[in-house]
C-alpha cells in the first residue's frame, strides 16, 4: 500500500483531467492521479519529469485512495453523465467521514443535487465545481466556479486559489452556493459562451456575404476590436481562426471548414433552465437553435437548391470605416444584451433555488481564465459593486448608456442583414429583446383575452385590480 503524501487526487485522465493535475503538481502539491488505463498515470508522471516530484500514479483505486492524505479530496474529471456515478460507486465504499468528492466535469446541476443528496448522512462530502478555459485554462489557469457546502469549500480553497487564473492578483474562484450552485453556474456561462461564438460567427457571415470581405482583412478588424470595448478572448482567437492558413490548400482555414456545429449540450441546458424559471435567454435560445440548424448540411443544401429562385434585395452593406464601426458597436449592444439575459437566469435561480448566488464575484471570477474572459466583465462586476441589487443588467447605468449609444448600430445591422437575407438570429433576439423590454405597453393584453375567450383563462384589467373574466361573443 501507498504512503499517504498526495494532497488531492484526481481520477480520470483526459485532457482536461490530466491539465489539471500538472497545474495541481506545478503549484506545488502533491497529486495522486488515477485512470481506468493505468498506462496513462504512469505516462502523466514519466512525461513530465520536472513534476515527477509531485505525481503520484495508482494501479488501482485502493492504492489510489491509500495515498491520499485525510481528510481524502477526489476531484473526478470523466465525461459528464453516468460515469461519474459509475466513478462515484466505486470510490466512495473506500473513503471515510470528513472525505471530500468533487465532480469537475461539464456536470448537469440536476444531477449535482442528487449526487450531493446522495451523500447526506454518509459524513463523505459532495462538491459540484465548474471549470473553464480548456485544456491550456486547466494547465495554467482555469476560472473555477464552486458549489457544495461552504466549510468544504473551505478545505479546498489553499489549492483551488493557487491553481486558478489570477486577474490582477485575485485568484478566479469561488464558493458560489450549495449543492448546484457552481454547476449551474458553469451551464449559463456556456449559454452566453454559446451566444457570444454566434453573435461573432454572424457578423463574420457579415463581412463574407454583405461585404464580400476576405478572412485576412476580417482578421485585422477583429484584432483591431480586441484593442477596445469588445477585447476579449473570444475576439482574440476569432482573428487568429480567421488568419490561419489551411497547409494542405493554402486556402484560409475557415474556408475549408465544414458549417456544421458540434454541441455536446451545456448551451441547450441553459436554455431549458431559463425557459423553466420563465426567463427569455434568446440569444442563447438563437445560438443553440443555429448550431442544431448547422448540423443539418445535407437538408440545408437541399433547401437552398429549393429556394435558389428567392431573391434578396443587394447587400446594402458598403464596405469602409463606418461600416466596421457599425458592425463593431452593434456587436458590443447585442454583447450586452446576451450578458443581461444570462445575468437574469442566474439571478432568478438564485431566487428560485435559494443559492444567493454571488453575481457581482461570479463576473470577477469570469474576468480570467474562462473562455468567455474579457475586461467587460469587470465593468459587469463594478455594477453589482457593493451588493447592489440589480434587477438586470439592462437597468444597470453603466451598460443603459452603453446599449442606448449601441442600438442603433444594432438596428441597422440587423435591418440591412435581414433584407439582403443574410441570418443573424442571434443579434436579432438580441434587439428583439432590446425593444421588447423597453416597450411600456406590450401585446400580450390579446394574448390574454384569446385564452380568456377560448378557455376563460382570466386577466387583470390596467384600471381595476382583481382577476376578470368576460363574456366574449361566441365564435
Ligand atoms: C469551457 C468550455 C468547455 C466546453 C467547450 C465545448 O468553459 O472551458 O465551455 O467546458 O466543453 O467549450 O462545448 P461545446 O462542445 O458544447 O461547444
Known amino acids: 500500500m501507498s504512503e499517504a503524501t498526495a494532497d488531492i487526487g484526481v481520477i480520470g485522465l483526459g485532457t482536461m483531467g490530466a491539465n489539471l493535475a500538472l497545474n ?19 505516462a502523466l508522471k514519466a512525461d513530465n519529469p520536472d513534476l515527477a516530484g509531485n505525481i503520484v500514479p495508482a494501479e488501482t483505486l485502493e492504492d489510489f485512495v491509500a495515498s491520499l492524505k ?56 459532495f462538491v459540484g465545481m465548474g471549470v473553464s478555459g480548456g485544456e491550456l485554462g486547466a494547465r495554467h489557469g482555469p476560472s473555477i466556479m464552486v458549489g457544495g457546502a461552504k466549510e468544504t469549500y473551505g478545505s479546498l480553497k489553499p489549492i483551488l486559489e493557487k491553481i486558478a487564473a489570477q486577474y490582477q492578483g485575485a485568484p478566479c474562484v469561488a464558493w458560489l452556493g450549495p449543492d448546484g450552485a457552481g454547476h449551474f453556474v458553469k451551464t449559463i456561462h456556456n449559454g452566453i459562451e454559446y451566444a457570444d461564438m454566434q453573435m461573432i460567427a454572424e457578423i463574420y457571415g457579415i463581412m463574407r456575404d454583405g461585404l464580400a470581405m476576405q478572412p485576412d482583412a476580417m482578421a485585422g478588424i477583429f484584432r483591431d476590436w480586441n484593442t477596445r470595448g469588445l477585447a476579449s478572448y473570444l475576439i482574440e482567437i476569432t482573428a487568429v481562426n480567421l488568419a ?54 445535407e437538408e440545408r443544401l437541399q433547401a437552398a437548391k429549393t429556394f435558389a429562385d428567392v431573391k434578396t434585395p443587394a447587400s446594402g452593406f458598403q464596405a469602409g470605416d463606418a461600416a466596421m464601426a457599425e458592425l463593431e458597436s452593434a456587436l458590443e449592444a447585442a454583447k450586452i444584451i446576451a450578458y443581461a439575459q444570462g445575468y437574469a437566469t442566474m439571478a432568478s435561480a438564485s431566487d428560485e433555488y435559494h443559492w444567493n448566488l454571488p453575481l457581482g464575484t461570479i463576473a470577477e471570477i469570469w474576468r480570467a481564465g474562462c473562455i468567455i474572459r474579457s475586461h467587460f466583465l469587470d465593468d459587469i462586476a463594478k455594477a453589482y459593486d457593493g451588493g447592489a441589487r440589480v434587477v438586470n443588467l439592462l437597468q444597470s447605468p453603466h451598460f443603459v448608456e452603453r446599449v442606448a449609444a449601441g442600438q442603433a448600430a444594432l438596428r441597422q445591422v440587423v435591418a440591412r442583414a435581414v433584407l439582403a437575407g443574410i441570418p443573424v438570429p442571434a443579434l436579432s433576439a438580441a434587439l428583439a429583446y432590446f425593444d421588447d423590454y423597453r416597450r411600456a405597453r406590450g401585446t400580450t393584453n390579446l394574448t390574454q383575452a384569446q385564452r380568456d375567450l377560448f378557455g376563460a383563462h382570466t386577466f387583470h384589467r390596467l384600471d381595476k385590480d382583481g ?9
Open 70 to 125: 485525510p481528510p481524502r479530496r477526489v476531484l473526478f474529471m470523466v465525461p459528464a453523465g453516468p460515469l461519474v456515478d459509475e466513478e462515484m460507486e466505486k470510490v466512495g465504499p473506500l473513503l471515510s467521514g470528513g472525505d471530500v468528492m468533487i465532480d469537475a466535469g461539464n456536470a448537469d446541476f440536476h444531477d449535482t443535487v442528487r449526487r450531493s443528496k446522495a451523500v447526506e448522512g454518509t459524513g463523505l462530502h
Open 24 to 42: 495541481i503538481a506545478e503549484k506545488g502539491f502533491t497529486v495522486a492521479v488515477y485512470n481506468r488505463t493505468t498506462a496513462k498515470a504512469h
Open 244 to 297: 490561419e492558413k489551411d497547409p494542405d490548400t493554402g486556402k484560409p482555414m475557415v474556408e475549408v471548414i465544414t458549417d456544421e456545429a458540434g454541441q455536446k449540450g451545456t448551451g441547450r441546458w441553459a436554455v431549458i433552465e431559463a425557459q423553466k424559471l420563465g426567463i427569455g435567454a434568446t440569444t442563447i435560445e438563437a445560438a443553440v437553435a443555429a448550431r442544431g440548424l448547422s448540423a443539418r448540411r
Open 467 to 475: 382577476v376578470f373574466h368576460h363574456h366574449w361573443p361566441a365564435v
